[in-house]
Nanobody, 126 residues
């Protein structure tokens, strides 16, 4: 599975961005998908994840209530809607897909994901 993340950019605090993750070369609709972010000098952390069906979602406490993860399996695309952005959200955002088929639980650890996109920079100015 090849993943292409897009939609990052520079936004003022309080603004919104919508990230997209386009998948190709595999059966995207059968796999859980996650969004992670990484700041310089810090470990990659989970932002949100969604099950293969879209029926289950997981969010980090820092983004709960502000971000929404979703997917359109017919278009092989995942999304991360980010509202009420704050400077602490500044990072490179990555989408990732778990190789397991029909996983009953949404993976929350980065090592559980097998395919990664190239990352898209999100910068929130104060």
């Amino acid at each position: 599975v090849q993943l292409q993340a897009s939609g990052g950019g520079l936004v003022q605090a309080g603004g919104s961005l919508r990230l997209s993750c386009a998948a190709s070369g595999g059966t995207f609709s059968l796999h859980a998908m996650g969004w992670f972010r990484q700041c310089p000098g810090k470990e990659r952390e989970l932002v949100a994840a969604i099950s293969w069906s879209g029926g289950s979602t997981v969010y980090s406490d820092s983004v709960k209530g502000r971000f929404t993860v979703s997917r359109d399996n017919a278009k092989n695309t995942g999304f991360l809607q980010m509202n009420r952005l704050i400077p602490e959200d500044t990072a490179v955002y990555y989408c990732a897909v778990d190789a397991a088929l029909f996983a009953p639980r949404v993976p929350t650890l980065s090592y559980a994901y097998d395919y990664w996109g190239q990352g898209t920079q999100v910068t929130v100015s104060s």
